[in-house]
């Protein structure tokens, strides 16, 4: 692919979410997220493997069925209500499924089948699109429409999705998978708490994406796919131990900032008397803490004394994605001593 094709469409996908997260039109929403999903398409399918034509065509499908049922609830709200506004979502159908839509975009379960796949049939460097940039345009209309959607069902899909994710990546020994299902059971963590405090599903969201962005970066730089190639390879003796700590950071081990998200999501569904359902989310975040510490064991075995050979790139080329990881790394695990700060 050539350099201004791919100007482009990185072009277009930030131009797809700006026009969806600075509308307040259905219209001008759906127009944006049909533009993001138009061009991520080449980008994943750009190796011309099977497995990425696969892909894309899964995400196809799938983006364009939440698109369509987006502007069906739009339109049944006009109609019931004669309001276009994102802020004037009125109509009770309308707001189920608009929530069922941007559940789907999101993949949260139980509409989640398609981001594992996805995943696995693209690059790691399109993954990291994939979980973080796409996700900020439905978000965005998430956290505009949190008061008009269903409560019930926000919290039912939000904590089931943290179930599906700990237990999905469980028996997993592809790190794209693996990564596919923590990040639903992120959203799970994003979607519970975004009806009792927007606050704190925002700063679900920006924490995630701080630790996810350098633990794919520095599994892009050491060319590893599968568990098995954690204990063959390491991209330095320095990176080593630090995607360990941002492993453990993302499965919310404490005291690395992955935790801060978690505890003050805990803290507050503590304060509004729901401790069932915070009981729920904190013994199934364990399952996920378990397939991180299973891969960060994996690393230790590099970093101790050992007869077997390794092979490892003491030296990274200095270029626009490290210097991307040194600045993500340090934030990624170690903003919990903010914590106070952050309280709503």
Known sequence: MSPMITSILILSLATGTIITMASFHWLLAWMGLELNTLAILPIISKSHHPRATEASTKYFLTQAAASALILFSSVMNAQATGQWGILQLEDPLAQTLLTMALAMKLG????????????????????LI?????????????????????????????????????????????????????????????????????????????????????????????????TQDLTTSAPSPILAP???????????????????????????LLAQNMAPLATVLAMSTLLSLFFYLRLSYSLSMIMSPSPTKISSKWRLKPNTSTLLLSTTLPPSILTLPLTPLMKP
């Not at 019930?152 to 790190?175: A, F």
């Not at 794209?176 to 708490?193: E, P, Q, V």
């Open 242 to 268: 630090l995607t360990m700590m941002t492993l453990l950071s993302l499965g919310g081990l404490p005291p690395l900032s992955g935790f801060m998200p978690k505890w003050l999501t805990l803290e507050e």
């Open 108 to 127: 949260l379960a139980p509409a989640h089948f398609w981001l594992p796949e996805v995943l696995q049939g693209t690059s790691f460097k399109t993954g």
């Open 130 to 226: 994939i979980i973080t940039w796409q996700k900020l345009a439905p978000m965005a209309l998430l956290l505009l429409t949190w008061n008009q959607a269903s409560m019930l069902t926000l919290t039912m899909m939000g904590s089931l999705s943290v179930i599906v994710g700990g237990l999905g990546g469980l028996n997993q020994t592809q790190l794209r998978k693996i990564i596919a299902f923590s990040s639903i059971a992120h959203l799970g963590w994003m979607t519970t708490i975004i009806t009792k405090s927007n606050k704190l599903a925002l700063l679900n969201l920006t924490m995630y994406i701080l630790i996810s962005t350098p633990m794919m970066l520095s599994l892009i730089f050491s060319s590893t796919k599968t």
